[in-house]
């Protein structure tokens, strides 16, 4: 099992620029989210998924957009990138999200960044 | 905003002896889990603690949670070299009825041969 993995690993785009990150998981799992990492702030949730065709906010949610089309996969797209969005970008699973079962499976990260 | 707040931020010991962070949080929770991250790396679990336990080990780790106090600490006992890492809380506090987790902001652990 790959577990989960994420595309690309590094990506430099200009203000205003489009792009989307793709994770993939092949554990069969039913929650899937994307954090953002920054110097110091820890780890932020983006949106997360319940399920294949579900969405919902997270905590930083602005200025992206996420689709599950597939159980599998899980894409994060910023439409217009700005500078405050350079980071590293986490994609997790889990299997039910059950309380007391819920330990999340990370990808390896993606590095963003934004001029 | 951050549910889990780690401390210290930063933590240098010598091999062999044995290190502890602490982590706080504000609201009710579910589980408290702890993660490891080395540099340049995704997160991996360590170990999860439910609400309704007090104290819990794995291998090396020892992981107590007092939830009248809202807080937990991990101890890594006879640290390695291969320990160093950021270490972070994260608390799952089923507000909306889905399992989601808030983390911390990290302890940076560096153990010297």
């Known amino acids: 099992n790959a577990g989960v993995t994420q595309t690309p690993k590094f990506r430099v785009l200009k203000t205003g620029q489009s792009m989307t990150l793709l994770c993939a998981q092949d554990m069969n799992h039913e929650y899937m989210y994307w954090y953002r990492q920054d110097p110091g702030m820890g780890l932020r949730l983006i949106h997360y998924s319940v399920g294949e065709g579900t969405t919902a906010k997270g905590e930083v949610p602005d200025g992206y957009n996420v689709s599950r089309l597939k159980k599998q996969n899980f894409l994060l797209g910023l439409e217009s990138a700005a500078p405050s969005q350079t980071s590293v970008y986490f994609c997790a699973s889990t299997p039910l999200g059950l309380a007391g079962y819920n330990e999340q499976f990370f990808g390896p990260g993606t590095r963003l960044t934004v001029l | 905003s951050q549910q889990g707040e780690e401390d210290p931020q930063a933590l240098s010991i010598q091999e062999g002896e044995n290190a502890t962070m602490n982590c706080s949080y504000k609201t009710s929770i579910n589980n408290l889990q702890w993660y490891r991250q080395n540099s340049g790396r995704g997160l991996v679990h360590l170990i999860l603690?439910?609400?309704?336990?007090r104290e819990k080990h794995s291998g090396r780790l020892r992981v107590t949670l007092d939830t009248s106090k809202k807080s937990s600490s991990l101890l890594i006992t006879a640290s390695r070299a291969a320990d160093t890492a950021s270490y972070f809380c994260a608390t799952d506090n089923m507000n909306s009825g889905y399992s989601t987790l808030t983390f911390g902001k990290g302890t940076m652990l560096l153990v010297s041969p």
């Open positions: 603690i439910r609400s309704n336990e």
